[in-house]
């Protein structure tokens, strides 16, 4: 029996995909359109359609497309330029020795934060969440970290289209002060949370640089009984390194393929 049912449209965004998986540096419409020998109104269309679902990332430099984390989400590869979470992952188990608090490693997906791996603490009470779980990207440290790397202009726009939740008492929804909270998060490399975003818990995040084609970063988050003054100039100090440090070989890792 034959599939009457074609699905050309389908068919073309998976060649699109498939594409632009075996590019890491990204792909064009253009370049798309030429090598598939599909319209370029197509493509433009169905990269569109990709591009709010997260399936890819576009470029706004260079106007190429790379894999999205949406991808990675369905349990697919999303990202095989650089493979993140393996270099990531024994700073991410050194600084949870030095903090005592669980790790947590994650990238920007559209207006969400979505969590790729994380190194449990070893105390029996402990802050934890399966990989692939979204936050929203208003949320606490993490969110601030993800917010400093968009412009003063988008991040606005969010405000103003999607406003600030209210998740606990201490979330800072006035919009001036958000926005010195942004300011101050991109001036320093990271930021603090303190019962913003759940009650009873403390964070700090640390942006991640190097991966040009999407935002992620590295953050501890423990309770807030176990994390005084001392601890979270601790934490600060141990999160601002292993970021770095991911960077830097993110970097090398980057410059040697």
Not at 106 to 112: F, P
């Amino acid at each position: 029996m034959t599939n009457s049912y074609q699905a050309p449209t389908v068919k073309k965004a998976f060649r699109i995909l498939r594409a632009v998986s075996k590019n890491r540096h990204g792909m064009g419409v253009s370049e798309l359109s030429k090598r598939l020998s599909i319209g370029k109104s197509t493509v433009f269309g169905i990269l569109n359609a990709l591009e709010e679902l997260g399936a890819v990332v576009r470029d706004p430099k260079t106007k190429t497309f790379t894999l999205g984390v949406t991808l990675f989400e369905l349990g697919r590869a999303a990202y095989s330029r650089i493979d993140i979470k393996e270099i990531a992952r024994p700073f991410m188990e050194g600084l949870m020795e030095r903090a005592q608090e669980s790790v947590f490693l994650g990238v920007r997906n559209g207006e969400h934060v979505t969590i790729i791996d994380i190194v449990e603490s070893m105390q029996d009470l402990k802050i934890t969440a399966p990989v692939g779980t979204r936050i929203p990207l208003f949320a606490g440290a993490t969110g601030k970290v993800f917010m400093a790397s968009m412009t003063e202009e988008k991040v606005a726009e969010l405000i103003q289209t999607k406003g600030i939740s209210h998740f606990t008492k201490n979330t800072v929804v006035n919009p001036m002060r958000f926005m010195e909270e942004i300011r101050a998060a991109r001036r320093k490399g990271y930021a603090t949370d303190d019962e913003e975003y759940i009650s009873g818990v403390r964070a700090v995040a640390a942006a991640i640089e190097g991966t040009r084609a999407f935002s992620s970063a590295i953050w501890v988050v423990g309770f807030k009984p176990r994390i005084d003054a001392r601890k979270m100039g601790l934490l600060v100090e141990e999160t601002l390194k292993a970021a770095r440090t991911i960077s830097e070989k993110i970097q090398k890792t980057d410059a040697v393929q």
